[in-house]
């Protein structure tokens, strides 16, 4: 006889749509792809955030009028911005590195 209708679970009794630490099926796991997620999501933002404070930081250095104080300051935010953006692109390059080194896959 035939079957009208068969349902393949994989081996996982829940479905395919969740993933368990150590359920290696297809290499991705619920806590690896929910860092993936979070990494992406935080570089995104990062780089979104950097870009607004340098457009803020250049418009207060060129309003600044040539007061010090207003230059100082517009100044230190470009610094700061680039140093955070170089705190993210850092936090995603160790991501990267360790994804070799252990084999998951992170982002």
Known sequence: MKLLAQIQ???????????????????ESLPGDLVSRIMTFAIVA?????????????????????DPAKISSATKEITNAIIGLTVVV??????????????????
């Open 46 to 66: 990062g780089g979104l955030y950097f870009f607004v404070r340098l457009i803020s930081a250049g418009y207060g250095y060129l309003t600044s009028l040539g």
């Open 90 to 107: 850092t936090a995603f390059f160790i991501m990267q590195l360790l994804q070799s080194v252990l084999g998951i896959k992170v982002v």
């Open 9 to 27: 679970l994989d081996g996982n009794p829940l479905g395919t749509a969740f993933r368990f630490w150590g359920d290696q099926g297809n290499n």
